[in-house]
Protein backbone atom coordinates (compact mmCIF):
# COMPACT_ATOMS: atom_id res chain seq x y z
CA UNK A 1 0.00 0.00 0.00
CA UNK A 2 1.53 3.38 -1.07
CA UNK A 3 0.37 6.44 0.48
CA UNK A 4 -1.07 9.37 -1.50
CA UNK A 5 -1.76 13.06 -0.03
CA UNK A 6 -4.88 14.41 -2.23
CA UNK A 7 -5.56 18.46 -1.81
CA UNK A 8 -7.86 18.47 0.78
CA UNK A 9 -4.97 17.03 3.28
CA UNK A 10 -6.09 13.67 3.93
CA UNK A 11 -4.21 10.86 3.17
CA UNK A 12 -4.93 8.12 0.64
CA UNK A 13 -3.08 4.94 -0.99
CA UNK A 14 -2.63 3.46 -4.19
CA UNK A 15 -3.55 -0.05 -4.71
CA UNK A 16 -0.78 -2.41 -7.07
CA UNK A 17 -3.10 -5.47 -6.93
CA UNK A 18 -6.07 -3.06 -8.93
CA UNK A 19 -3.92 -0.89 -10.44
CA UNK A 20 -6.20 2.09 -8.80
CA UNK A 21 -6.31 4.53 -6.53
CA UNK A 22 -8.77 4.24 -3.51
CA UNK A 23 -9.67 7.90 -4.03
CA UNK A 24 -9.89 11.05 -5.95
CA UNK A 25 -6.73 12.41 -5.70
CA UNK A 26 -8.92 15.84 -4.81
CA UNK A 27 -9.72 14.29 -1.37
CA UNK A 28 -9.95 11.73 0.13
CA UNK A 29 -12.24 13.09 2.98
CA UNK A 30 -14.17 15.28 1.31
CA UNK A 31 -15.32 12.62 -1.27
CA UNK A 32 -16.30 10.06 1.07
CA UNK A 33 -18.38 13.11 3.16
CA UNK A 34 -19.85 14.57 -0.12
CA UNK A 35 -20.50 11.48 -2.45
CA UNK A 36 -21.66 8.46 0.32
CA UNK A 37 -22.13 10.59 3.82
CA UNK A 38 -24.39 13.48 3.21
CA UNK A 39 -26.59 11.72 0.73
CA UNK A 40 -26.76 9.07 2.34
CA UNK A 41 -27.75 10.08 6.40
CA UNK A 42 -29.80 13.28 4.36
CA UNK A 43 -31.87 11.24 2.35
CA UNK A 44 -31.88 8.06 4.98
CA UNK A 45 -33.47 9.39 8.01
CA UNK A 46 -34.27 6.55 9.94
CA UNK A 47 -33.57 5.94 14.04
CA UNK A 48 -32.41 2.77 13.37
CA UNK A 49 -30.19 2.28 9.89
CA UNK A 50 -28.13 -0.82 8.14
CA UNK A 51 -25.58 0.48 5.93
CA UNK A 52 -23.34 -1.97 3.43
CA UNK A 53 -20.23 -0.67 2.36
CA UNK A 54 -19.05 -2.19 -0.93
CA UNK A 55 -15.98 -2.42 0.08
CA UNK A 56 -14.01 -1.47 3.19
CA UNK A 57 -10.98 -0.46 1.83
CA UNK A 58 -9.29 2.20 4.03
CA UNK A 59 -12.51 2.36 6.23
CA UNK A 60 -13.47 6.19 5.41
CA UNK A 61 -17.03 5.75 4.46
CA UNK A 62 -17.64 3.32 7.62
CA UNK A 63 -15.71 4.93 9.88
CA UNK A 64 -17.56 8.41 9.26
CA UNK A 65 -20.64 7.13 9.23
CA UNK A 66 -20.26 5.60 12.60
CA UNK A 67 -18.59 9.00 13.39
CA UNK A 68 -21.95 10.21 11.95
CA UNK A 69 -24.23 8.04 13.80
CA UNK A 70 -22.57 8.57 17.58
CA UNK A 71 -22.78 12.22 17.50
CA UNK A 72 -26.65 12.14 16.57
CA UNK A 73 -27.66 9.55 18.57
CA UNK A 74 -28.62 7.11 15.09
CA UNK A 75 -28.12 2.75 15.32
CA UNK A 76 -26.24 2.06 13.18
CA UNK A 77 -25.38 -1.30 12.12
CA UNK A 78 -22.39 -1.35 9.13
CA UNK A 79 -21.59 -4.52 7.17
CA UNK A 80 -18.62 -4.42 4.63
CA UNK A 81 -16.39 -6.52 2.91
CA UNK A 82 -12.17 -6.54 2.55
CA UNK A 83 -10.88 -9.35 0.44
CA UNK A 84 -7.26 -7.98 1.61
CA UNK A 85 -6.50 -8.92 5.03
CA UNK A 86 -2.65 -7.56 5.05
CA UNK A 87 -4.98 -3.82 4.76
CA UNK A 88 -6.70 -4.96 7.75
CA UNK A 89 -4.01 -5.17 9.46
CA UNK A 90 -1.93 -2.22 8.23
CA UNK A 91 -4.67 0.51 8.66
CA UNK A 92 -3.36 0.16 12.49
CA UNK A 93 -0.91 2.82 11.82
CA UNK A 94 -3.17 4.86 8.74
CA UNK A 95 -3.05 8.69 9.41
CA UNK A 96 -6.57 9.14 9.58
CA UNK A 97 -7.84 12.98 9.63
CA UNK A 98 -9.47 14.04 13.10
CA UNK A 99 -12.75 14.43 11.95
CA UNK A 100 -12.58 10.44 12.64
CA UNK A 101 -10.39 10.17 15.67
CA UNK A 102 -11.90 13.00 17.46
CA UNK A 103 -15.28 10.75 17.76
CA UNK A 104 -14.11 7.27 17.34
CA UNK A 105 -11.36 5.32 19.26
CA UNK A 106 -9.26 3.68 16.06
CA UNK A 107 -7.24 1.20 17.73
CA UNK A 108 -9.98 -0.08 19.61
CA UNK A 109 -12.27 -0.47 16.22
CA UNK A 110 -9.33 -2.60 14.12
CA UNK A 111 -8.39 -4.71 17.16
CA UNK A 112 -12.10 -5.70 16.94
CA UNK A 113 -12.50 -6.05 12.91
CA UNK A 114 -9.22 -8.03 13.29
CA UNK A 115 -9.77 -10.14 15.64
CA UNK A 116 -13.75 -10.43 16.22
CA UNK A 117 -14.28 -9.36 12.93
CA UNK A 118 -17.50 -6.64 14.62
CA UNK A 119 -17.39 -3.88 17.00
CA UNK A 120 -19.90 -2.66 19.37
CA UNK A 121 -20.19 0.43 21.08
CA UNK A 122 -23.64 1.88 22.16
CA UNK A 123 -25.49 2.02 19.73
CA UNK A 124 -23.12 1.59 16.98
CA UNK A 125 -21.47 -1.42 15.50
CA UNK A 126 -19.31 -2.24 12.36
CA UNK A 127 -19.12 -5.89 10.99
CA UNK A 128 -16.23 -6.79 8.84
CA UNK A 129 -16.08 -10.19 6.64
CA UNK A 130 -12.83 -11.44 5.07
CA UNK A 131 -13.59 -12.66 1.29
CA UNK A 132 -15.34 -12.02 -1.84
CA UNK A 133 -18.02 -9.53 -1.86
CA UNK A 134 -20.30 -10.78 -3.85
CA UNK A 135 -20.38 -14.58 -1.74
CA UNK A 136 -20.97 -11.90 1.15
CA UNK A 137 -24.18 -10.43 -0.60
CA UNK A 138 -25.53 -13.71 -1.26
CA UNK A 139 -25.91 -14.55 2.07
CA UNK A 140 -28.06 -11.73 3.11
CA UNK A 141 -31.74 -11.44 3.84
CA UNK A 142 -34.15 -9.54 1.07
CA UNK A 143 -34.74 -6.57 1.94
CA UNK A 144 -32.00 -6.06 4.58
CA UNK A 145 -30.19 -2.62 4.24
CA UNK A 146 -31.24 1.30 3.79
CA UNK A 147 -27.81 2.17 2.50
CA UNK A 148 -25.08 0.70 -0.13
CA UNK A 149 -22.06 2.29 -0.51
CA UNK A 150 -21.26 1.57 -4.23
CA UNK A 151 -17.65 1.82 -3.55
CA UNK A 152 -15.72 -1.06 -5.40
CA UNK A 153 -12.62 0.03 -7.41
CA UNK A 154 -13.43 1.22 -10.81
CA UNK A 155 -15.80 -0.80 -13.75
CA UNK A 156 -12.72 -1.03 -15.96
CA UNK A 157 -10.69 -2.69 -13.01
CA UNK A 158 -13.16 -4.87 -11.05
CA UNK A 159 -15.93 -5.31 -13.64
CA UNK A 160 -17.98 -8.39 -11.12
CA UNK A 161 -19.03 -5.57 -9.03
CA UNK A 162 -20.75 -3.27 -11.87
CA UNK A 163 -22.49 -5.54 -13.82
CA UNK A 164 -25.97 -6.86 -14.26
CA UNK A 165 -26.30 -9.64 -11.50
CA UNK A 166 -24.39 -7.08 -9.11
CA UNK A 167 -27.03 -4.45 -9.04
CA UNK A 168 -29.53 -7.28 -9.32
CA UNK A 169 -27.96 -8.86 -5.89
CA UNK A 170 -27.84 -5.43 -4.48
CA UNK A 171 -31.91 -4.64 -5.46
CA UNK A 172 -32.64 -8.01 -3.84
CA UNK A 173 -30.87 -6.87 -0.52
CA UNK A 174 -32.25 -3.27 -0.05
CA UNK A 175 -35.84 -2.14 1.37
CA UNK A 176 -37.96 -0.68 -0.03
CA UNK A 177 -37.24 3.29 -0.02
CA UNK A 178 -33.56 2.70 -0.21
CA UNK A 179 -30.69 4.23 -2.01
CA UNK A 180 -27.31 3.33 -3.28
CA UNK A 181 -24.51 5.85 -3.55
CA UNK A 182 -21.40 5.68 -5.47
CA UNK A 183 -18.70 8.03 -7.22
CA UNK A 184 -18.87 6.27 -10.42
CA UNK A 185 -20.96 8.35 -13.17
CA UNK A 186 -21.09 6.14 -16.12
CA UNK A 187 -23.24 5.39 -18.31
CA UNK A 188 -23.05 1.77 -18.87
CA UNK A 189 -23.27 1.49 -14.88
CA UNK A 190 -26.20 3.86 -14.65
CA UNK A 191 -28.09 2.16 -17.54
CA UNK A 192 -27.54 -1.50 -15.60
CA UNK A 193 -29.05 -0.31 -12.30
CA UNK A 194 -32.12 1.70 -14.58
CA UNK A 195 -32.16 -1.99 -16.15
CA UNK A 196 -32.39 -3.91 -12.99
CA UNK A 197 -34.98 -0.93 -11.47
CA UNK A 198 -33.11 1.57 -9.63
CA UNK A 199 -34.53 5.09 -10.11
CA UNK A 200 -31.39 7.01 -11.18
CA UNK A 201 -30.05 10.59 -9.96
CA UNK A 202 -26.85 12.61 -10.99
CA UNK A 203 -25.09 14.02 -7.92
CA UNK A 204 -23.08 16.80 -7.81
CA UNK A 205 -19.98 18.45 -6.14
CA UNK A 206 -17.72 21.48 -6.74
CA UNK A 207 -14.84 20.58 -8.65
CA UNK A 208 -15.26 16.54 -8.21
CA UNK A 209 -16.33 14.60 -10.76
CA UNK A 210 -19.86 13.76 -11.09
CA UNK A 211 -21.16 10.78 -8.72
CA UNK A 212 -24.53 8.98 -8.90
CA UNK A 213 -27.44 8.10 -6.62
CA UNK A 214 -29.47 4.90 -7.59
CA UNK A 215 -33.08 4.82 -5.58
CA UNK A 216 -35.37 2.08 -4.66
CA UNK A 217 -38.95 3.00 -3.88
CA UNK A 218 -37.84 6.87 -3.99
CA UNK A 219 -38.93 8.65 -7.67
CA UNK A 220 -38.43 12.14 -6.74
CA UNK A 221 -35.40 13.45 -4.88
CA UNK A 222 -36.57 17.57 -4.22
CA UNK A 223 -38.36 16.93 -7.56
CA UNK A 224 -35.36 16.92 -9.59
CA UNK A 225 -33.01 15.08 -11.64
CA UNK A 226 -30.27 16.10 -10.28
CA UNK A 227 -28.87 16.97 -6.62
CA UNK A 228 -26.50 18.73 -4.85
CA UNK A 229 -26.52 18.85 -1.29
CA UNK A 230 -24.63 21.59 1.14
CA UNK A 231 -22.08 20.58 3.47
CA UNK A 232 -23.28 19.22 7.31
CA UNK A 233 -20.37 19.00 9.84
CA UNK A 234 -20.11 15.46 11.84
Known amino acids: MRLVYTDDGSISAYNDAYNDYYHDKKGALIESIYKHIIPAFSIINKPYIRILDICFGLGYNSLLSLAFAKKNGIRLDIYSVEIDLPLLRALYDFPYPKIISNYLEIDRIFD ?3 NDKIFVDSNISLNVFRGDAINFINTMDSSFFDIVYQDAFS ?9 ENHFLSLY ?15 KKVRDIARFCGFSVFDMKFNKFKNGTLF ?9 LDSVQFSYVKL
Do not use: E, F, M, V
Not at 172 to 184: H, K, P
Open 112 to 114: CIN
Open 155 to 163: PSKNQLLWN
Open 172 to 186: RILQNRSIITTYSSA
Open 215 to 223: TKGIDNINN
